[in-house]
């Protein structure tokens, strides 16, 4: 007996059912980007690693998905490299391509390559999938969507209020309560300065923003283990706990980082955002406003970001961040293009998806593809049908016929295993009189209409 076929851990399959709800998800992201002004972009799912490597920190390289070389990809290796055990030198060699880890790498190769064509600032956005090699677990998948927008070519912080406005907006229509936390790499930066430790700034990073994940203990042991010494361990400890108003918290890390001069321009940038969302939200549509939430042990591990960082949290389901993003000046400067800031933010779809499941907030509409069934009595009674299921196409009505001349139960069967909440039904007095008799699935209703009378009354 032949194998049973199976996907890759970390991958899913998509029905019918579910696809209509992640098209929800990529339809709705996308409308508000477009209400904001982005324009789309699509980038390969491969890209030189050359373009990837070095750009996520060494976690993340050791991520990243690497591709065989085509054709003999042995040919030159020394077989003693295999006996070494050298799998990353290994992969150099034998790779020149990997699938892409995130869009904004990417983006920035793009950006540095089609800089001719651009008009500055630059409000792209895109909507593909990406890859990473983690351990599979809840919520953490291998393969994902991405929903991206990115600014580049402007240093204004307006930039990143109406990204902010962008999450609020999303978050919004689909009835998802969340929180918005921000910080700053530059308030980062500035603590890893009060601590003496300014050259240990990426080690510092990388350990607190796994807070969520693996505990204060855990954090300090691996605070620790990266060579940060005991006292600077425990001059970390207040501004770590540190809670209160955002206010409060302000005024705090002003008063403890009163000598650091790029950690109080940090501070400046997070008021200026705090404020100016509060003052936009404050005319907002109520249940519009997310809260925004200074969040002092935000790291986005990542080393692109250079500025503002933010995170998003779903307040009704335990899960990862739903969102992402940040401020990152030196992106393009990797690939030859010095001075170009941008910022932006990622919808994890994925996430997103599993969380409405949970609430169970999809609009009703999303799960019905077919609004109308015509039933096939035979063959006169096919061809009677099709130029009402045409004009019912024509007024945008989602139709179809049954391809068979099957069983009225057996057709019905199928109207209520597709969720199809109206049948229109023509036999021999139908025909007669020129209209159908329409049946509404979930009441039951019977009605004689003409096809114009059957139109109106889905449309309704």
């Known amino acids: 007996m032949a194998q049973k076929p199976s996907i890759p851990k970390g991958t899913r399959d998509f029905g019918p059912s579910e696809m209509a709800r992640r098209n929800y998800i990529f339809d709705t992201i996308r409308s508000v980007y477009a209400l904001y002004g982005f324009r789309q972009i699509e980038t390969p799912a491969m890209e030189n690693l050359t373009t990837l490597m070095g750009k996520y920190g060494e976690e993340g390289d050791k991520l990243l998905f690497k591709i065989l070389d085509s054709g003999d990809f042995l040919r030159g290796i020394d077989a003693s490299a295999f006996a070494e055990g050298g799998t990353p030198k290994l992969a150099a060699q034998l790779c020149e391509k990997g699938l892409r880890y995130d869009l904004t790498v990417p983006f920035a190769r793009y950006v540095v390559q089609h800089r001719e064509e651009l008009t500055l600032p630059f409000r792209r956005f895109q909507i593909q999938p990406v890859w990473r090699a983690d351990r ?56 890893a300065e009060m601590i003496g430790q300014a050259d240990k700034i990426v080690d510092i990073t990388v350990a607190i923003d796994k807070l969520d994940k693996i505990g204060l203990d855990n954090v300090n042991a691996e605070l620790a283990e990266d060579g940060i010494p005991a006292d600077a361990i425990e001059k970390l400890q207040p501004i770590i706990k540190l809670s209160g108003t955002n206010a409060e918290k302000i005024a705090t890390m002003r008063e403890v980082l009163k000598d650091s001069e790029i950690g109080l ?15 936009v939200t404050a005319s907002s549509q109520p249940g519009s406003a997310s809260s925004l939430e200074l969040e002092l042990t935000l790291a986005r591990g990542l080393n692109y970001y250079t500025g503002c960082i933010f995170e ?79 004009a019912s196409r024509r007024a945008g009505i989602r139709a179809e016929i049954y391809p068979d001349a099957a069983k009225m139960k057996k057709q019905m069967q199928y109207a209520n295993a597709r969720e199809i909440p109206f049948v229109a039904l023509a036999g021999e007095s139908e025909m007669a009189a020129g209209k159908f008799t329409l049946k509404d699935m979930q009441t039951g209703e019977q009605k004689l209409v003409t096809v114009e009378e059957l139109i109106a009354q889905i449309e309704q």
Do not use: H, W
């Open 136 to 191: 599979p677990q809840k919520g953490r998948y291998r393969e994902f969507y991405q929903c991206d927008a990115d600014v580049v070519g402007s240093d204004s912080l307006l930039n990143e209020v109406e990204l902010m406005q962008i999450v609020d907006e999303v978050f919004r229509r689909f009835g998802i309560r969340v929180c918005i936390k921000i910080n700053n790499r530059k308030i980062l930066t500035g603590i």
């Open 265 to 279: 321009k940090g501070i400046d940038e997070v008021e200026f955002v705090l404020n100016q969302f509060a003052l």
């Open 312 to 390: 998003v949290k779903a307040l009704d389901v335990e899960i990862g961040s739903i969102t992402g993003g940040g401020r990152y000046d030196n992106l393009t400067g990797i690939f030859g293009m010095p001075g170009l800031s941008g910022v932006g933010i990622s919808f994890g779809a994925d996430r997103i998806y599993d969380v409405l499941n949970q609430l169970d907030l999809y609009p009703k509409e999303v799960s019905t593809a077919t609004q109308l069934l015509f039933v096939n009595f035979g063959e006169a009674e096919a061809a009677y049908a099709l130029p009402a299921l045409a």
